[in-house]
């Protein structure tokens, strides 16, 4: 509670007004049945007509303002939780994009997705009924109670056997409700888990057919969910025949001993009848009650993930003095070794490397030997768990995080466009970049012998994660991002895999002319667009097997001269190189 509270400030106003007219709601509601018993009592048994449209009149007018009480309460309940879900929703959004990497393995994407969604429309909703009932339900409990005691001292203890039943029966219920409430929640997530994960691989599910077996999938985990939700409302509902019960026999017990009164004169029977709606909204209150803790343990449980979200620190945390300008782009690793979070093993072990500014570096390995973990650690994507990664001379934990990563561009092995137009997942790169520079950069990665091609040019429409584009293509256009930070250190992950070895070839070429002032850093699987590189590291089971030129590396490294010897099957880039030439 003290950790959502301060959200509800901007909508303070609302959440008070909402329970005082709610208060006055309540009011003119138990006015009511006290001015049917006057019509009945005096207006009726004194055949006063005059008296009966009067105090009739004034029935409707209390009716009237009910509603309008009513309808004024549910509209400020709604501002002040829907607007409490918001700002929660908000202040949880930019958690997120605060945290790293680590961070985002720990809670997983779904459950991310699932906690900004449904737990945050849940909490807006608890809190909107809240406003309402949490007030609406004792007052109603505690006017009607005392109209009842007023009217019939006497009548009125049935009250003493009804009110202790109907609490007795909630009490048993609630305990049982809660970590029901949980479990629903994480169910949520792994449907969600399904759905995001087929959804965004839908090409993929498509082109191994294996639709069915992802309906099994979901099928189970949609089962699970729709169980555990009939499970907890079955409970919820279970109450309510016990309670229905409640009402009952007590309105029969009124009728009993009330209607001896009436026939010994002692009560009036307009008095009965009001006093049987007073009894009604009493144990109604005491439902409403109940239902209201129900809703609050719902509530609870999703603003428990909701501050857990919010209360997690950023794994990776800024410098108290940070260093806001690289110097030069050159890279040293010391002694680095890496595990990822949750794992004890060691993914990088002892590397040590260093990189001049301006020099083009190839790293080749087979796949899973570390090369993207190596290089994750040089725009701080994750952190060192051993040794230091220098950039200019300086640890990389010193840097303005901001500031480093707009100097390390770095081309993700899985990297994705956003939908919206080329310009605009152009501007990423640079936000004032001109048109003039985009276009160079789609020049320099090669990617505006298609873009130009466009009717619409730069306006043309990309898909949601680039998927109207080919692999090629979204290749090249992400290293034109990359470009247009003018970073003074670019890492191309795999960066060229999709790309045609005359392309690739065309690539290589501007980064070895126009752009030697950056610090180049190619992952390829290919030998050809690292051969021509300063230096070429080699990668074996997350350490450095050996460093050197293409031309030492085949004399010296075994692993070195095997993938190169397998790839000479094919057409070499040299005899490209020449022809584009
Ligand atoms: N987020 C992660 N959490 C835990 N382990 C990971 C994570 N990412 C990678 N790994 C593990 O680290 C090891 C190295 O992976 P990495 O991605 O660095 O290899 P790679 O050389 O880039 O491979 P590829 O050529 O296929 O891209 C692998 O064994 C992988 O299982
Ligand atoms: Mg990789």
Not at 510 to 531: C, G, P, Y
């Amino acid at each position: 509670m003290r950790t959502l509270l301060p959200y509800m400030r901007k909508y303070i106003v609302y959440a008070v007004l909402c329970p005082l007219f709610m208060i006055l709601e309540a009011l003119a509601d138990i006015f009511i049945p006290y001015l049917m018993s006057r019509i009945v009592d005096v207006g009726i048994a004194n055949q006063d007509i005059e008296y009966i449209v009067k105090v009739g009149l004034i029935m409707v007018g209390a009716a009237l303002l009910a509603m309008f009480f009513g309808v004024v309460s549910a509209h400020f309940g709604a501002r002040a939780g829907f607007g409490f879900a918001a700002e929660i929703r908000q202040q949880a959004f930019e958690k997120v994009q605060s945290f790293s990497f680590a961070n985002l393995d720990q809670f997983t994407v779904p459950s991310l997705i699932t906690r900004l969604t449904n737990d945050c429309n849940t909490i807006g909703q608890v809190t909107m009924m809240s406003l309402r009932m949490a007030v609406r339900a004792p007052f109603l409990m505690l006017f009607a109670l005392i109209m009842a005691f007023n009217m019939n001292a006497e009548l009125a203890r049935v009250f003493m056997v009804a009110v202790p039943l109907t609490a007795a029966i909630i009490g048993a219920v609630l305990p049982k409700a809660r970590p029901l409430f949980q479990k629903l929640q994480t169910r949520v997530d792994r449907v969600n888990a399904v759905i995001q994960e087929n959804l965004i691989g839908i090409r993929v599910v498509k082109s191994f057919n294996r639709q069915h077996h992802e309906e099994k999938r979901f099928k189970e985990r949609n089962d699970a969910l729709k169980n555990t939700a009939l499970y907890a409302i079955s409970l919820v509902i279970s109450i309510m025949p016990m309670l229905n019960l409640i009402v009952y026999s007590t309105i029969i017990a009124v009728l009993w001993f009330g209607g001896k009164q009436v026939s010994a004169g002692t009560m009036g029977s307009g008095e009965l009848i009001s006093f049987i709606t007073y009894i009604t909204q009493v144990l109604i209150s005491l439902m409403m009650m109940s239902f209201f803790f129900m809703q609050l343990l719902r509530g609870s449980a999703s603003a428990a993930r909701i501050i857990e979200l919010l209360n997690t620190e950023p794994e990776i945390k800024e410098p108290k003095q940070p260093v806001k300008e690289l110097k030069d782009g050159s890279v040293s690793f010391e002694h680095v070794s890496f595990s990822y979070p949750g794992s004890r093993e060691k993914t990088l072990k002892d590397i040590t490397v260093h990189i001049k500014s301006g020099e083009i570096v190839g790293i080749i390995g087979s796949t899973g030997s570390s090369k993207t973990t190596l290089v994750q650690l040089i725009p701080r994507l994750y952190d060192v768990t051993e040794g230091s990664v220098k950039v200019g001379g300086v640890d990389v934990r010193e840097y303005d995080i901001r500031a480093l990563r707009d100097q390390v561009a770095f081309v993700l092995q899985k990297n994705t466009l956003f939908s919206g137009t080329i310009r605009e997942n152009m501007l990423w790169g640079n936000e004032n970049a001109t048109d003039e520079q985009i276009i160079k950069a789609l020049k320099q990665a090669q990617a505006w012998e298609f873009v130009s091609k466009y009717e619409d040019g730069l306006d043309h429409r990309v898909e949601q994660g680039g998927d109207n584009f080919s692999g090629g293509q979204k290749q090249r256009l992400t290293i034109a991002r990359a470009l247009l930070k003018s970073p003074k250190i670019i890492i191309l992950d795999d960066s060229t895999s999709a790309v045609d070895m005359a392309t690739d070839a065309k690539i290589q070429r501007v980064f070895k002319s126009e752009l030697k002032d950056i610090t180049t850093i190619i992952i390829a699987q290919r030998i050809a667009s690292i051969q021509h590189a300063d230096k070429i590291i080699v990668m074996h089971e997350g350490k450095i097997e050996s460093i050197g030129d293409h031309a030492t590396l085949i004399k010296a490294s075994p692993i070195y001269r095997e993938i190169y010897e397998s790839q000479q099957k094919g057409v070499g880039m040299d005899c490209i190189i020449e022809e584009i030439e």
